[in-house]
């Protein structure tokens, strides 16, 4: 998983391409999934609602749940950051 791949120029460029972001608003994204603290660069579930909470999404957990379903893509039970840059784009 480590998000810290994602911060070399040419990886991100090729994400801004792939999204509706562009290189300034991604490098910030970057900055705040790494505060995460996800220990491999991924978010788990409990970490996905943890932000939520922090960022006063007051969102029913049922929601959050689905929400994070509908982030990870691949299914491996972790967000990665592209997964995420992808689900918000």
Avoid: Y
Avoid at 3 to 32: I, P, Y
Avoid at 50 to 77: E, T, V, Y
């Amino acid at each position: 998983c480590l998000a810290a791949k994602w911060s070399s120029g040419r990886r991100l460029h090729a994400l801004e391409r792939s999204s509706h972001f562009d290189g300034v608003q991604l490098t910030n994204l970057l900055a705040e999934f790494q505060n995460a603290k996800a220990p491999d660069g991924c978010i788990d579930r409990p970490t996905f609602v943890r932000i939520l909470n922090g960022i006063n999404a007051q969102l029913p957990a049922a929601f959050a749940a689905a929400m994070f379903d509908l982030f990870d893509s691949d299914r491996s039970g972790t967000v990665d950051f592209k997964e995420l840059v992808l689900a918000l784009s």
